[in-house]
């Protein structure tokens, strides 16, 4: 396994020293980790999104913008697609897709949802460069961001987006598979 997503969190207050370690061991044997920001709408840091060894990704809407629900602050690396995405839906008895014509399928919402973005790019580069280091990998993902330099004025049009920071931009497919 050379690419962990998560989509999961816990409150810094509850972190514990083993969980700790064992991101240091993953990422030290080489694996690559991403995990969803959150959806709070806050900056507080939320595990294992902040932890060092991870990828932090939060959630950018179809129009461009960062989504109002999605976790900001320096420990989020950058943003991905993750309003309105097409994901898989248990079509049981109780449950039916609300927005989706078609049975186990619905449009979903959340920094789960543009997580799993970035590991497949992650997966992608990985396959590419075998022997590149998790560093390195990383390396390439940033160099394909695209800088979300529109944000600070956004406040003005949307004012749930004041204040929003995140540390990076647009993780972008266009250009990550360039020849280097």
Known sequence: MDVINLSMGW?????KPVLREAFRRAHAAGIIIVAAAGNNSHRLPILPCSY???????AMAPDGWPTSFSNNSGF????A?????LSLFPSTGRLHPMEFAGEGYEYMSGTSQASPYVAA?????????PQASVHEIW?????????????PSSSEVFPMLRDKYFQGGLFRLNGLLKPS
């Open 81 to 85: 697609p993750g309003e309105k995405i």
């Open 52 to 58: 060092l060894d991870v990828l932090c990704v939060g």
């Open 121 to 129: 790019m992650a997966a992608i580069l990985r396959g590419m460069y």
């Open 11 to 15: 409150p810094v207050a509850t972190d």
């Open 76 to 79: 989020v690396d950058g943003v």
């Open 139 to 151: 390396g390439r993902l940033f160099a394909a961001q695209v800088p979300l330099s529109h944000v």
